[in-house]
């Protein structure tokens, strides 16, 4: 079946690196996303890596992927105040736009001074 | 980018009357929407896929008659929350990828229903 696991909360200390964790069961996803939620909005996305790949980075955001074990990991570095919010990673399974995304259930990160 | 218009943002009604949710891409073209429900403090749920020109595929355990899809033109898909009740009450948020790309799925901003 389908399904995305993620731990539901991580404080870090301001300044330092936030790491946060997922992982999936679907071998058949083709995109990866991480999507971020502050209170009352919307989803932005963040990044998203294609299923062939193995890492990407993008400014704060390195993303690493380990297809093999299915898990999925998100590294903001030099976390600030404003990353607090929740962190939803997503996959995407099927190659068209019309492919299902299926969400984990978010990662709520706290930033400590 | 790619900007999701969702209308309106925030909505109060009375149990039993129905709520009509817009979801409309700005500067593309969908062919396809995503309707998700999101309950507080928990993950957004897919509740149905909006194809344009043809009927909307729900989730299971979605009920179609309560969440009405109209998905008219390739950048509006509606969602109607058929009288209305309580346990309806969530966030529900849309979203479209652009026929052009099959890779980025961009999001409107959601609309809190509230049903007293």
């Known amino acids: 079946g389908e399904d995305v696991e993620q731990s539901l909360f991580l404080s870090v200390r301001e300044g330092d690196s936030s790491v946060i964790n997922c992982t999936y069961t679907?071998?058949?996803?083709?995109?990866l996303y991480w999507y971020k939620q502050e209170p009352g909005a919307g989803l932005q996305l963040l990044t998203y890596?294609?299923?062939?790949?193995d890492m990407k980075q993008d400014q704060r955001l390195t993303v690493l992927l380990n297809k093999k074990d299915k898990h999925l990991s998100l590294r903001i570095a030099d976390t600030q105040t404003g990353d607090s919010a929740i962190y939803f990673c997503?996959?995407?399974?099927?190659?068209?736009?019309?492919?299902?995304?299926?969400f984990g259930s978010g990662t709520r990160l706290s930033i400590r001074p | 980018g790619a900007v999701v218009s969702q209308h309106p943002s925030r909505v109060i009604c009375k149990s039993g009357t129905s709520v009509k949710i817009e979801c409309r891409s700005l500067d593309f073209q969908a062919t396809t929407m995503f309707w998700y429900r999101q309950f507080p403090k928990q993950s957004l749920m897919l509740m149905a896929t909006?194809?344009?020109?043809?009927?909307?595929?729900?989730e299971q355990g979605v009920e179609k008659d309560k969440f009405l899809i109209n998905h008219a033109s390739l950048t509006l898909s509606t969602l109607t929350v058929t009288s209305a009740h309580p346990e309806d009450s969530s966030f529900y948020i849309c979203?479209?990828?652009?026929?052009?790309?099959?890779?980025?799925?961009?999001f409107g901003s959601g609309t809190q229903l509230s049903v007293l």
């Open positions: 909006s194809n344009e020109g043809s009927k909307a595929t729900y």
């Open positions: 979203s479209a990828t652009p026929i052009s790309t099959n890779e980025k799925l961009f």
């Open positions: 890596i294609f299923s062939n790949m």
């Open positions: 679907d071998s058949s996803s083709t995109y």
């Open positions: 997503a996959e995407s399974i099927g190659y068209s736009s019309a492919s299902k995304i299926i």
